[in-house]
């Protein structure tokens, strides 16, 4: 089996990390190929490695090979109301084809989860799409819930969350 390392990128490697991110976003949303590169991405070394976002990658012998981040959550869905709340936007899971199916994204993810606890995260939010084979579930499985899906007929963006507080209630009452 592969071993990767997960890490936070290093100033060094933020112009790779962006370039892929990038590639993958764009293929997987290939209406956004003229688009202009996202302000986290264009941004990203204030964004995740000074601000209060927070950014993981993955790598295979030195190769980038995934890379997850969150960012403080922006208000701008109306259904959602999180403004008395410690509340992060899990952002840009990618991984590598080859490397899917194999816990990469759920080992990232949870070193990401990990990182927002430490960091008084209460709330864990995030919105995907079932165009997306397996996002929905796999974010299931990670603790994630549904709580809103747009009526968009393309897009059907469907809005997660996980509460970090309640799952550590539950653990302690198990301790």
Same mark, same amino acid.
């Not at 995934?66 to 840009?92: I, S």
């Given at each position: 089996?592969?071993?990767?390392?997960?890490?936070?990128?290093?100033?060094?490697?933020?112009?790779?990390?962006?370039?892929?991110?990038?590639?993958?976003?764009?293929?997987?949303?290939?209406?956004?190929?003229?688009?202009?590169?996202? $302000?986290?991405?264009?941004?990203?070394?204030?964004?995740?490695?000074?601000?209060?976002?927070?950014?993981?990658?993955?790598?295979?012998?030195?190769?980038?090979?995934?890379?997850?981040?969150?960012?403080?959550?922006?208000?701008?869905?109306?259904?959602?109301?999180?403004?008395? $709340?410690?509340?992060?936007?899990?952002?840009?899971?990618?991984?590598?084809?080859?490397?899917?199916?194999?816990?990469?994204?759920?080992?990232?993810?949870?070193?990401?989860?990990?990182?927002?606890?430490?960091?008084?995260?209460?709330?864990?939010?995030?919105?995907?799409?079932?165009?997306?084979?397996?996002?929905?579930?796999?974010?299931?499985?990670?603790?994630?819930?549904?709580?809103?899906?747009?009526?968009?007929?393309?897009?059907?963006?469907?809005?997660?969350?996980?509460?970090?507080?309640?799952?550590?209630?539950?653990?302690?009452?198990?301790?």
């Amino acid at each position: 089996m592969t071993q990767w390392i997960i890490q936070p990128p290093s100033h060094g490697s933020i112009r790779e990390v962006v370039a892929f991110i990038d590639s993958a976003r764009r293929g997987l949303f290939p209406m956004l190929a003229d688009s202009p590169m996202p $302000k986290d991405l264009a941004h990203f070394a204030q964004t995740y490695l000074e601000g209060e976002g927070h950014f993981l990658e993955a790598r295979d012998q030195g190769r980038l090979i995934a890379g997850v981040g969150y960012l403080p959550y922006d208000q701008r869905f109306a259904q959602l109301d999180y403004h008395d $709340k410690r509340v992060v936007e899990v952002v840009r899971l990618f991984v590598l084809p080859e490397y899917r199916r194999h816990g990469l994204a759920a080992a990232l993810f949870a070193a990401l989860r990990d990182y927002a606890r430490a960091a008084a995260v209460e709330c864990l939010y995030l919105h995907t799409h079932p165009f997306l084979p397996g996002a929905i579930r796999f974010w299931e499985r990670q603790g994630f819930a549904v709580i809103d899906v747009e009526d968009d007929p393309v897009w059907r963006t469907t809005h997660m969350e996980h509460w970090l507080a309640i799952e550590a209630v539950g653990l302690s009452e198990t301790a």
